[in-house]
């Protein structure tokens, strides 16, 4: 074997198919529900409204930039290097991320009750775990950042 090169192992292996599986069913799943109930909650708006047009546009947008923003930095980061945003500082933006797709869910719905709140909190949860696991899924080595960096004390 080649110096450098690592042996992908089957949990490994398996590992990453799911997380690809999961993340090609539930990132256009949530990014479709977003521009959907986007373009119905811009249809309430005004017809001179110029948001009608650019909320089916931006939501998704928003949604996937910023998540992907914050799901990069805390996945690059480790406490003596922090990257972008760090391990701490991208929760600002996933509140963002979070109320505007309930805004979106709830205010695209047809029937705004506790319904279209459950099925908002469901796809919601479902696409930002998608987009969250997106790094990992493209760079396996990031999952190494979970694992603790030296041994644990002999408790002898």
């Known amino acids: ?10 949990a490994d292996w398996a590992m990453r198919v799911g997380l ?31 948001l009608r047009f650019w909320l089916p546009i931006v939501v ?6 910023f998540t992907l923003t914050s799901s990069t930095s805390w996945w690059w980061s480790t406490e003596e ?19 505007l797709s309930l805004m979106a869910g709830y205010f695209g ?13 469901m796809v919601t949860t479902i696409g930002i775990a998608g987009l969250w696991l997106l790094p990992p899924a493209l760079a396996p080595q990031l999952l190494d ?3 603790p960096k030296t041994a644990p004390a002999d408790r002898s």
């Open 1 to 10: 074997m080649a110096k450098g090169k690592t042996t992908i192992g089957p």
């Open 20 to 50: 690809w599986l999961y993340a090609l069913v539930s990132i256009p799943l949530y990014l479709w529900f977003l521009h959907h109930m986007g373009g119905r909650w811009g249809q309430q708006l005004p017809a001179d409204d110029k």
């Open 60 to 65: 998704p947008l928003a949604a996937f930039a």
């Open 81 to 99: 290097r922090p990257f972008f945003l760090g391990r701490k500082h991208w929760r600002f933006l996933m509140v963002f991320v979070v109320a």
């Open 109 to 121: 719905s047809a029937h705004q009750d506790f319904v279209a709140v459950l099925l908002t909190v």
């Open 145 to 147: 950042t979970l694992a």
